[in-house]
């Protein structure tokens, strides 16, 4: 069969033929329709994501849309190494598929299910957002935090604000549902002030997508700023500033800051695909949007190396 193959860690995946799957007992074969260029699918390519089996050669891709042998329509999330999801078949426990609703396209599917499911475990497995809350989103331009503050609505905040360093696209952000933003400029006294003014007013979850210098300043913030008796679940979820912090031991000891964080891991797998089940139903009465491109299997090669623009790459494989 073809898939995106890669051959040692590092390397782009290649187009070429792969070893068919054969289910094993508690596994479903699908016939996969589209896959998403996602960042976890190039880190775990790249064998540098904490996931990553490290094992090779092995088909690239963590999750998709395809169509169970029973021709039902299904999203799947890590499959059975070494198949990844950039193949014409992939194998996967049961647990990991969930149902596909037929309001959603494959490859809006594709495009929505891990970069929402990175704010969608959060808010609701381990955050655990309840509906009048305040959340801030911590890196908000992004696509897994466009659709973080669409989702934070969903689930009932009362009020969302959003950080970025694009100017342009933190205000695009309020026709999202964004009710203020933050520009994460150069001037550091500015923004605490801007975090400390925020805090007083009382944030309830934040989502980080950044880590690194942002993450400190929320944090050392969120404990000088909190009134007396108010909690903050900080929920880590990347790293897109850098990979460590410097916190001060008595930002926690001084504040109720619960600091955790959200991913493959600290949410059972099967959990996750029950919860992306959810934002694809959710997706279609919510009208969520992601900008998406789609793009042959076959030129994998050369979309795998492009930049990322604001819209997220889509492999369209097979029947749809």
């Not at 007013?201 to 210098?213: C, K, P, Q, R, T």
């Not at 008595?250 to 891991?265: D, K, N, T």
Request: hydrophobic share 45%; aromatic share 6%.
């Amino acid at each position: 069969m073809k898939a995106a193959i890669v051959r040692a860690a590092g390397q782009s995946p290649v187009y070429g033929d792969f070893a068919e799957p054969t289910p094993a007992p508690g596994e479903n074969r699908i016939a996969v329709a589209a896959a998403a260029l996602s960042p976890l699918a190039r880190a775990r390519a790249a064998g540098a994501h904490y996931s990553a089996s490290g094992a090779f050669p092995a088909v690239a891709g963590v999750d998709g849309v395809g169509r169970l042998d029973d021709g039902r329509r299904v999203y799947f999330l890590l499959p059975r190494a070494p198949w990844g999801a950039m193949a014409e078949r992939v194998v996967a426990p049961v647990a990991h598929c969930a149902p596909a609703p037929d309001g959603l396209d494959d490859v809006t599917a594709a495009a929505i299910a891990n970069p929402g499911m990175s704010s969608w475990a959060a808010f609701k497995e381990r955050a655990k957002l309840e509906a009048g809350e305040t959340v801030l989103i911590n890196g908000a331009t992004g696509s897994s935090g466009r659709l973080a503050v669409q989702i934070a609505k969903h689930f009932g905040a009362k009020k969302v604000i959003a950080t970025g360093r694009n100017p342009d696209a933190l205000r695009s952000l309020i026709a999202l549902g964004a009710d203020a933003t933050i520009p994460l400029g150069d001037d550091e006294a500015a923004l605490a002030d801007r975090f400390r003014s925020h805090f007083a007013d009382g944030i309830d979850v934040v989502i980080d997508y950044l880590w690194g210098n942002s993450a400190e300043r929320l944090l050392v913030a969120a404990a000088k700023s909190l009134k007396e008796g108010a909690s903050l679940r900080f929920v880590q979820v990347g790293s897109i500033s850098g990979p460590n912090i410097t916190l001060p031991g008595a930002v926690l000891r001084s504040s109720a800051i619960a600091l955790m964080g959200s991913g493959l891991g600290s949410v059972p797998r099967d959990r996750l695909a029950a919860d992306v089940g959810e934002l694809l139903q959710a997706a279609v009465t919510g009208g969520f949007t992601i900008p998406v491109r789609a793009v042959p299997l076959s030129d994998v090669e050369r979309a795998w190396g492009e930049s990322e623009s604001t819209a997220r790459t889509v492999f369209t494989i097979g029947a749809r």
